[in-house]
């Protein structure tokens, strides 16, 4: 027996009601705990204007983290770096899209990138948007999503 | 390619496009470029595992979150969550939310000019059981206008999000009601264009769960995806 997978439906605007309760509280760099990362990053729509309706979770072994952009279209995260791979797998939730996007962040940093399985897949002029840049503090990478337009982020098949 | 990866690269027609020009809102914010298929080998990550800790008392009763009664419909929703191959999931995480039976969401950007409700907040938790099944009591919420374009009203409806055995079994959905007019011109739910698949997105009535002198009960079953490295083959001619 096989049967058909239910329909995604957007999250509209107002997932925070019922979406909250597992989101990371508001957070920092500044305010990570010693032995985790921050990714901070802003949402862009085709306009380049802020998102700020959405939701990402970043995904790893044994790991889960859901975060609500801010009304700037910002976001902020603190996780604990995966100890098996060199990136998060990313969901992104939002008003406008009827089902999310799958996206992936990687470290700058990593030397394992030139071999990496999926970034090969994908062309190299579009690979940057997958890679989260370090800031000046230690442990914290930057790294925005563009929905489209000429650096738009990599999206995979989901 | 394999055949089989570009039977999986296919829109399954029971999922919406990104872009659906209707949906306003899609236009700006549905990705342009072609998707990228992952390896096989790097697309089986278990999700999250939820105990029943993390669900309180009230979680799934959303008439009884505060200190009255909210005005409206007393609705009893169930149903059961099972994957592709038809095995139910047990203990899997739904989380849905919704507005009041005025149509009114309590939340700081509506602005719709329906009344809060100061006995209904319009969220809930709840995990399945053993066989899949869940159940939570609310009540019927209200439909309300948005900007979509010229008098545009959403259909009354819940939000379901879902966690499954894996990322890819990730959904979040909504759940409409029976007889609802508003349905034909919703173009969130007619983005997907399967009607048989669209119209799974409607509850059924359902009268062995409906209580007598308490509540009307609706059955929404909700089938998962599974894990991308089994399914497709076994139904292939």
Not at chain 1, 85 to 100: K, S, T, W, Y
Not at chain 1, 142 to 157: A, H, K, L, S
Not at chain 2, 85 to 95: F, N, S, T, Y
């Amino acid at each position: 027996m096989k049967l058909i997978s239910t329909g995604s439906q957007t999250v509209g605007p107002f997932f925070s009601i019922g979406l909250s309760g597992l989101c990371q509280q508001p957070c920092s760099p500044e305010s990570a705990p010693s032995g985790t990362i921050s990714i901070t990053g802003r949402l862009f729509d085709g306009d380049q204007k802020p998102i700020p309706d959405a939701v990402l979770e970043f995904w790893s072994r044994g790991q889960f983290v859901r975060m609500a952009a801010n009304d700037d279209g910002s976001f902020a995260a603190n996780l604990r770096r995966p100890a098996d791979a060199n990136h998060f797998e990313v969901l992104i939730f939002m008003r406008g899209l009827l089902r999310p996007v799958f996206t992936r962040v990687y470290f700058h940093e990593a030397n394992a990138l030139a071999s990496d399985e999926c970034l090969q897949q994908v062309p190299p002029d579009r690979r940057t948007t997958l890679i989260a840049q370090p800031a000046k503090a230690g442990g914290h990478f930057i790294w925005d999503v563009r929905m489209q337009g000429e650096n738009e982020t990599v999206f995979f098949d989901f | 390619m394999s055949e089989s990866s570009r039977v999986r690269n296919a829109l399954l027609p029971s999922q919406p496009p990104y872009l659906y020009p209707a949906y306003v809102s899609s236009q700006k914010r549905a990705p342009t470029k072609p998707l990228i298929a992952l390896p096989d080998s790097l697309a089986n990550l278990k999700g999250p595992v939820f105990g029943h800790d993390f669900i309180r008392p009230a979680d799934h009763n959303l008439t009884k979150q505060h200190s009255g009664e909210p005005l409206g419909e007393r609705i009893i929703v169930n149903g059961q969550v099972v994957d592709e191959a038809g095995h139910p999931l047990r203990g899997a995480l739904i989380e849905i939310w919704q507005a009041n039976s005025s149509g009114r969401y309590k939340h700081k950007n509506d602005n719709h000019a329906a009344p809060l409700d100061p006995n209904f907040t319009g969220c809930g938790r709840v995990l399945t059981d053993n066989e899949g099944h869940y159940s939570f009591v609310s009540i019927k919420p209200g439909a309300y206008p948005w900007r979509n374009h010229e008098n545009a009203w959403r259909p009354a409806h819940i939000h379901f999000s879902l966690f499954g055995a894996g990322i890819l079994s990730r959904l979040v959905t909504q759940m409409y009601f029976p007889g609802d007019p508003l349905l034909l011109f919703d173009p969130i739910f007619k983005s997907i264009q399967d009607t048989a698949a669209r119209a799974r997105l409607i509850a059924t009535f359902d009268w062995t769960t409906t209580k007598p002198e308490f509540a009307i009960g609706f059955r929404f079953d909700i089938v998962l995806r599974g894990d991308r490295a089994t399914p497709m083959e076994t139904n292939r001619p």
